[in-house]
């Protein structure tokens, strides 16, 4: 009988050791799930399209995280896929919780009705008058907040001031006509005078480089049938016509443009102040920053730039956390001065040592003389704009036809 205890016991223990095994582990399980779920709980996604080596940017993300506890996934996408990704994301409903989105792009987003109304955020917590105005209105739709900047930009005109020298140019051009008449002296020398962006494939690039010429003329997007497009287009044409400016510019991006300028190739671009670095350490010469010149209309320019949208989902309240802590002075300042972005915010520009300085200063400037571009229906604006360019610098189409297509274009959007 005592070894029919003692085996009842030793049974009675074994089954309890894996009773406690089995019930620890489950516990140990539901433990970590719940760990999980707490940390996913405090976790962003974000959409960011600042490539790894615009490496401040991803400081000041890691920075917030240290100071929240809020985590952020970074999901990359090149800028000029993200619209495209960003359209696939909704129709699959996986959006992440925070875009980075053209400043053009915020009101369309708004429109279809996936961002999160923060208005009442936005007027309650944010220094709303130490924005430059352009900048912050991008962000709103029927008079309701959906983003906040947080960098801005604009335009300069690049130009050499060795091969200005050498071509007996006296003064940097401030109008199209004296544009010209140093074109005819930078040909005897065998170097193009003027480049911008012109490719299809980088549609954005060249639209944003013609809205100064556009509007200098007198002509805006709502009348792209108008004399001043016209003009426009026959500055764009003599240009080329007269070898001021390669042909090629047809295929140019921003980028190309810049290396046609680095190389010594062209004396004079239009590009923005993100181009400021890769200049600044690969050109072996002398070179200035002016502003573009100007048409028969008085000098203009465009506001570019990027704000962060919110997406209406359950992380709301831990996604304005990120846009408020990334829209802070201090921390604007940081990421702005490291990439040669303007702030969004005045005060910031003011503050910065960094942007009083040459050439920077120049660019922060010009941001009180900017105007936005149109917030609804960009991108159809955009694509007959660059048909309407590349149909005459390319195909020699007669630049008063172009403009009459492309106005009738868009009054169909209408």
Request: charged share 25%.
């Amino acid at each position: 009988m005592r070894w029919k205890r003692v085996f009842c016991c030793a049974a009675a223990a074994v089954v309890g050791i894996v009773f406690w095994i089995s019930f620890y582990g489950q516990e140990r399980e539901w433990t970590e799930e719940a760990d999980l779920e707490e940390q996913e709980k405090e976790k962003i996604s974000l959409l960011l399209t600042y490539p790894r080596d615009r490496g401040m940017i991803y400081q000041c993300i890691e920075d917030f995280t240290a100071e929240t506890g809020i985590g952020v996934e970074i999901q990359y996408i090149p800028l000029m896929d993200s619209r495209k990704q960003i359209n696939m994301m909704i129709i699959s409903d996986e959006l992440p919780d925070v875009m980075d989105v053209d400043n053009t792009d915020t009101a369309t987003y708004a429109q279809i009705g996936i961002l999160a109304d923060l208005t009442d955020r936005v007027e309650n917590e944010i220094e709303v008058e130490q924005y430059y105005a352009g900048s912050l209105g991008q962000n709103i739709y029927e008079g309701r907040y959906y983003g906040l900047p947080f960098t801005t930009n604009t335009l300069g005109m690049y130009y050499n001031k060795d091969l200005l020298r050498q071509a007996g140019v006296e003064s940097v051009p401030q109008t199209w006509e004296e544009l010209l008449s140093a074109g005819e002296k930078l040909k005897d020398i065998g170097v193009y005078c003027f480049g911008v962006s012109g490719s299809v494939m980088k549609a954005s690039d060249t639209t944003f480089q013609m809205w100064p010429i556009i509007w200098s003329a007198g002509s805006d997007w709502d009348r792209l049938d108008s004399p001043g497009t016209v003009e426009a287009l026959e500055f764009y044409k003599t240009l080329v016509d007269n070898g001021y400016m390669s042909a090629e510019v047809v295929n140019y991006s921003a980028n190309d443009n810049t290396n046609q300028f680095i190389a010594g190739k062209t004396a004079m671009v239009i590009e923005g102040s993100w181009k400021l670095g890769q200049v600044q350490e690969q050109a072996d010469f002398e070179f200035g920053i002016a502003r573009i010149p100007k048409g028969p209309k008085g000098f203009q320019n465009v506001l570019g730039g990027h704000n962060f949208a919110i997406v209406d989902n359950e992380k709301v309240d831990l996604s304005w956390e990120f846009v408020k802590y990334m829209n802070r002075p201090d921390v604007m300042q940081k990421y702005s001065e490291a990439d040669n972005y303007i702030p969004a915010r005045k005060d910031v520009t003011q503050a910065s040592e960094y942007f009083q300085t040459e050439p920077i200063c120049y660019f922060a400037k010009m941001i009180e003389q900017t105007q936005p571009m149109p917030k609804e229906k960009y991108l159809q604006i955009s694509d007959i704009m660059v048909r309407m360019w590349q149909s005459v610098v390319r195909d020699g189409e007669k630049p008063a036809i172009a403009a009459a297509e492309a106005g009738k274009e868009v009054r169909e959007l209408q």
